[in-house]
């Protein structure tokens, strides 16, 4: 498999629950993002992590929690989340360090609903 | 972060050029353009990137003014799959760049018609 993956497609959670989003790129990046895209708004960032590293969390509220393991994979793991929390989540890397920040390569999203 | 504005929607038809403008009056030296394309539900692609004059790949091509505080996409013979939002992105072409520097605007939402 190529490109940026991410699972599930489609998830509905309760305000109660706790689930996780899974991101995997193959294409040897070291940089990776999580964004977040409301109805009708832009893209959000999220989260940047670099070699492993999180270098950015752009004030994003603690009931979003990411972990990178490695440069090759990325998770936001969810709690209690809100009815507003409702939206597309977009993984993205990029070379990082080595390259232009900007060629990012995306996912094709999970769109989130929470009942 | 220099900020963009662009055309909130454009309409075409199959086979016309397109050309969509991105305003970025205070750009600094540092920065490159980047454009991207999203379809609805997707994740945004990478179009191009250019610091100055002109760039073209097999997609689309650049137009970048002298002064940089402006840029232009343009779509060649654009056909009812080019349909999409058009993202305009001004900033460091390096990792380690302020925070904000990651920051997608509204883009311009290109309607093509039969």
């Known amino acids: 498999e190529t490109g940026v993956t991410q699972t599930p497609r489609h998830l509905v959670m309760g305000m109660t629950n706790k689930k996780s989003l899974k991101c995997e790129q193959h294409?040897?990046?070291?940089?990776m993002y999580w964004y977040k895209q409301s109805a009708k708004k832009p893209l959000e960032l999220m989260f940047v992590y670099n070699f492993k590293e999180q270098t950015e969390n752009n004030s994003v509220p603690s009931r979003f929690s990411p972990e990178c393991p490695n440069s090759s994979h990325l998770f936001l793991h969810l709690h209690t989340l809100q009815p507003e929390d409702s939206a597309l989540y977009l993984c993205?890397?990029?070379?990082?360090?080595?390259?232009?920040?900007?060629?990012?390569?995306f996912g094709p999203g999970t769109r989130l609903t929470v009942t | 972060l220099a900020k963009t504005t662009q055309p909130i929607s454009m309409d075409s038809y199959e086979g016309q050029e397109v050309n969509i403008t991105c305003s970025h009056n205070?750009?600094?030296?540092?920065?490159?353009i980047t454009w991207y394309q999203q379809f609805p539900s997707q994740g945004p692609r990478f179009i191009i990137q250019?610091?100055?004059t002109k760039v073209t790949n097999e997609v689309a091509s650049l137009f970048i003014p002298a002064d940089r505080k402006s840029s232009t996409l343009s779509l060649p013979r654009v056909s009812l799959s080019d349909t999409a939002v058009y993202y305009c992105l001004v900033g460091e072409g390096r990792y380690g760049g302020s925070q904000g520097n990651l920051i997608f605007g509204k883009g311009t939402k290109l309607s093509v018609k039969p």
């Open positions: 294409l040897g990046h070291n940089a």
């Open positions: 250019g610091y100055k």
């Open positions: 993205a890397s990029s070379q990082g360090t080595s390259g232009s920040v900007y060629e990012q390569y």
């Open positions: 205070n750009i600094a030296t540092n920065d490159y």
